[in-house]
């Protein structure tokens, strides 16, 4: 079993519409990670979070230590927004894990 | 400017062979690192330096190894190329490691062994 779920693990939506992503994992961490990865294949840091929520534009990031979960939400999605988010903990133990992502498209 | 850079992009070679990718960061971080995704996409850490220190060492085969001349550069050595080896490389760079702020990644080093 991977330390880090993600679901859904594909996720399609009309554009305009509110989108969450979840993350949950196992360990202990000391930050958790949401990553975009583009269709061509670059990746880009959207948060690096330890606790409560975080803000950027449309994109909001929440992180419940208690419950080990994370979610990321997407306001007003648009086809832009389309790629692969990835969860990812940097745990306690000095190690770094990834969930396999989630796929989005937004149609116009 | 390119913030994290990888060189060669694309590199296609024979098993057996020895390969090196190369990675330059002009951030100021103290941290590198390389990173593994297979064919299914699937992201994993192979090795973290600090200020050329090497402090994440995963379970990777011996074959890869490592090299930080300095803070800016961490390059990746891969002796005796496998079919399993095929990936994409991903170097990045945060301030501190791990927890030490984002991580900027770079464009990735698409690896196919024939």
């Known amino acids: 079993k991977n330390e880090v779920e993600q679901s859904p693990q594909n996720l399609t939506a009309q554009e305009g519409e509110f989108i969450t992503i979840n993350c949950s994992y196992s360990?202990?961490?000391?930050?958790l990670h949401w990553l975009q990865q583009h269709p061509g294949g670059g990746i880009v840091s959207l948060f690096m979070l330890s606790s409560g929520k975080k803000k950027h534009g449309r994109l909001i990031a929440t992180i419940n230590i208690q419950e080990k979960h994370s979610s990321l939400h997407i306001t007003a999605s648009h086809p832009r927004d389309s790629a692969v988010y990835i969860c990812a903990v940097a745990s306690t133990g000095n190690q770094f894990y990834f969930g396999t992502g989630t796929s989005l498209t937004v149609i116009p | 400017d390119t913030a994290v850079s990888q060189t060669p992009k694309y590199l296609v070679t024979q098993m057996g062979n020895d390969k090196s990718i190369k990675c330059e960061q002009n951030l100021g971080h103290d941290t590198m690192y390389w990173y593994k995704q297979d064919s299914k996409k699937f992201l994993k850490i192979m090795f973290s330096?600090?200020?050329?220190?090497?402090?994440i060492n995963e379970t990777v085969p011996n074959r890869f190894s490592p090299k930080s001349p300095d803070k800016a550069h961490l390059n990746l050595h891969i002796n005796s190329l496998e079919l399993g080896d095929s990936a994409v490389y991903f170097c990045a760079s945060s301030q501190a490691p791990l927890v030490g702020g984002e991580q900027f990644f770079g464009p990735g080093t698409r690896l196919t062994v024939l």
């Open positions: 360990v202990g961490i000391s930050a």
């Open positions: 330096y600090n200020n050329k220190e090497l402090i």
